[in-house]
């Protein structure tokens, strides 16, 4: 004896008889399969259109942000290198007994504008003491 697998009913004649039993329906039965259906159908046209929408809106945010964190790149490098000229050119002006000015520009004496995790007090008020009576050697 010889077993065949199949996925499908083993009976010829099931699947006839499947279709007989669809057709046998009562009539608002099928007329509601029917309009499920539709109604499924509209369903997936819809949320596939909100979908193509969505996609759309995302994509031109995706750019305007770009387009945004590219102009605050050029503004950031714009600002650098002028920072970076002013140091430079303010390097280069070295007098003997203005080391204390100079000291004084590249820290921010102010607590409160310190934006920085680390306690910074300690330092700046030895700055501050060491400025207004330098050691003398």
């Known amino acids: ?13 099931a699947a006839i008889s499947q279709v007989d039993r669809l057709q046998s329906e009562p009539e608002s039965i099928r007329k509601w399969r029917e309009e499920q259906k539709e109604r499924l159908e509209q369903l997936d046209a819809n949320s596939r259109k909100q979908e ?10 995706l750019e305007e942000w770009y387009a945004r964190q590219d102009e605050k790149l050029q503004k950031t490098k714009a600002t650098n290198r002028a920072a970076e000229e002013a140091f430079v050119s303010d390097a280069e002006d070295v007098f003997p ?13 102010n607590p409160k504008s310190s934006k920085q995790a680390k306690d910074v007090s300690r330092m700046r008020s030895v700055l501050i003491s060491l400025k207004q009576a330098p050691l003398v050697r």
Do not use: H
């Open 52 to 61: 193509a929408e969505w996609k759309e809106k995302a994509i031109k945010e």
């Open 97 to 109: 007994g203005t080391e204390w000015e100079r000291v004084a520009q590249l820290c921010d004496f």
């Open 1 to 13: 004896m010889v077993l065949s697998i199949s996925n499908g009913p083993t009976d010829c004649y």
